[in-house]
């Protein structure tokens, strides 16, 4: 039996203290917001300035201009940044820097021409709006088409011998253009962009191939993608931009036309292989549908190296 002197005794220790409450836990850090891209656009020939945006590819890009100025989507032929004006170095390509102003230029006259294909090259360098339309980019001085004025750059071409070419990329209708006869008369119906009254009886040509103009300002662009949702992305690297440029001279030599996000796509998949070879493999798988045949690939490759060691 515990006697009083033990009892007294335990009654006297120290009382243990008790473990603090755990603290409470913190709350999961909200997801971080996407910010809210708003780009301003007009008409190039003249209109009020509308806001769009929510748009994730070129298709979806045109919508977005068409509802707001309540027009047809098939109505625009292209658009150009910054620019009023039918100026290709301004071209809407896959990229749009986050402050820019877009200016969608729309279907004007309809105008149709003979040619007669006097020599195997026309001196046409063809492009397209990502959403159906091809268009000449560049005209060669001296060539069969330098010589025919009613054809200008910005023109799209809407049928080749009445049959229509609309819904064709650019490299489908470069290879039909080569592979009509020569000495052989042939018509081309063309679409003229609608122009305001100062730019009336434009006509741009070019025989030199200059750098294409930045279609970026700020740190930041949105990129545009024909597969996939539209990414902010940085600004490209010296490397990027100048491998880009080299691949679309390779373009308009080889195929006839200039596509600068092809170029940048082609620079993206180099990044992820070691060889021409392997290069050569991940382009079929990317860009089967072009068959790049294979001097073009390597030329491509030795390109892209030439452009990483010079921007170092």
């Known amino acids: 039996m515990e006697g009083a002197a033990a009892r007294e005794a335990r009654g006297a220790e120290t009382p243990r203290a008790s473990a603090p409450p755990p603290a409470p836990s913190e709350p999961p850090a909200a997801p971080r917001a996407r910010p809210r891209l708003v780009f301003r656009t007009q008409l190039a020939h003249g209109s009020p300035t509308g806001k769009i945006e929510g748009f994730t590819n070129v298709r979806e890009l045109y919508a977005k201009i068409a509802e707001a100025f309540g027009i047809a989507p098939t109505e625009i032929l292209f658009c150009t940044l910054n620019s009023h004006k039918v100026d290709m170095q301004k071209l809407l390509g896959g990229q749009i820097g986050l402050e820019d102003f877009i200016f969608a230029h729309v279907r004007g006259e309809t105008k149709e021409v003979e040619v007669t294909k006097t020599e195997d090259a026309l001196g046409l360098t063809i492009t397209d709006n990502g959403a159906g339309y091809a268009f000449i980019k560049r005209i060669k001085e001296g060539s069969i088409i330098n010589r025919i004025e009613a054809v200008c750059v910005g023109d799209s071409i809407e049928a080749i011998n ?11 209708v470069a290879k039909m253009l080569r592979e009509l006869p020569k000495s052989q008369p042939f018509t081309l119906r063309l ?10 009886g434009q006509r741009s040509r070019s025989s030199k191939c200059p750098v294409e103009a930045k279609v ?14 539209a990414t902010v992305e940085e600004v490209p690297s010296e490397f990027e931009e100048e491998a880009s440029r080299k691949v679309d001279d390779l373009l308009e030599s080889y195929m006839g036309i200039r596509d600068p996000e092809l170029a940048s796509t082609m620079v993206e998949t180099s990044k992820k292989t070691a060889s021409a070879q392997e290069f050569a493999r991940c382009l ?5 549908e072009f068959a790049f045949p294979d001097e073009f690939v390597v030329e491509v490759w030795a390109a892209i190296g030439e452009a990483r060691e010079a921007c170092g």
């Open 284 to 288: 079929d798988s990317v860009l089967g």
């Open 216 to 229: 970026t300002s700020g740190r930041e662009t949105l990129r545009l993608r024909s597969g996939g949702a």
């Open 191 to 200: 679409v003229q962009p609608k122009r305001a009254f100062d730019m009336i």
């Open 162 to 172: 009445d049959h229509s070419i609309v819904g064709c990329r650019h490299y489908e």
